[in-house]
């Protein structure tokens, strides 16, 4: 059980039969009245995200989420397809599942997928990925007046900002929980 009192992003609960993850909370003590917790919380298996006000004594259930590394077959149009690696069973997910992901992931790389009692809700890629640019503008000297950017279109279809001196070809390296250039590899 963890009290509200206890939230921290990323947090995990069970509220009405539901499981959400902690996304935002805020400590509020107002000058008169009690205190309260305000949390913005996304449902991991629908994708809504919706504010609540609890009592920093309230509890809830933690909700164990297990995570498993999965390696990323194919797409055939709707679903993609990922394979256990330890016990090579495959699994479909379908694009909502995947969609903030599936921009950093090339066909045969790791990807740790998240399950909540069994079924899967969410794909996680690697923190850092190395992709080639396939599409970008050259880059002309002087041209800085934009602060020395360009949009550049990785092998997995993403559009990343990047330096001028950028090309097609060139491999570079992405965080992906920001989605930036972090540098040419």
Request: aromatic share 12%; hydrophobic share 40%; net charge negative.
């Amino acid at each position: 059980m963890i009290a509200a009192g206890d939230f921290r992003k990323g947090v995990t609960i069970e509220v009405d039969g539901q499981v959400f993850t902690v996304v935002d909370f805020m400590h509020v003590k107002p000058g008169k009245g009690a205190a309260f917790v305000r949390t913005k919380l996304k449902n991991v298996m629908t994708g809504a995200v919706i504010e609540k006000t609890f009592s920093p004594t309230e509890k809830f259930e933690e909700a164990v989420i297990e995570r498993r590394e999965m390696q990323y077959l194919y797409n055939d149009g709707e679903l993609y397809y990922f394979m256990d690696t330890e016990t090579y069973e495959q699994i479909p997910l379908n694009y909502d599942k995947v969609e903030d992901a599936i921009k950093y992931i090339k066909e045969n790389m790791v990807v740790t997928v998240k399950f909540y009692k069994g079924e899967a809700f969410s794909v996680e890629p690697p923190t850092f990925v190395e992709l080639e640019v396939v599409e970008t503008e050259p880059g002309f000297r002087g041209d800085t007046a934009t602060g020395g950017s360009k949009p550049a279109t990785v092998e997995t279809g993403a559009v990343i900002q990047v330096p001028l001196f950028i090309n097609v070809g060139d491999k570079i390296r992405i965080d992906t929980r920001t989605g930036e250039y972090l540098e040419r590899v």
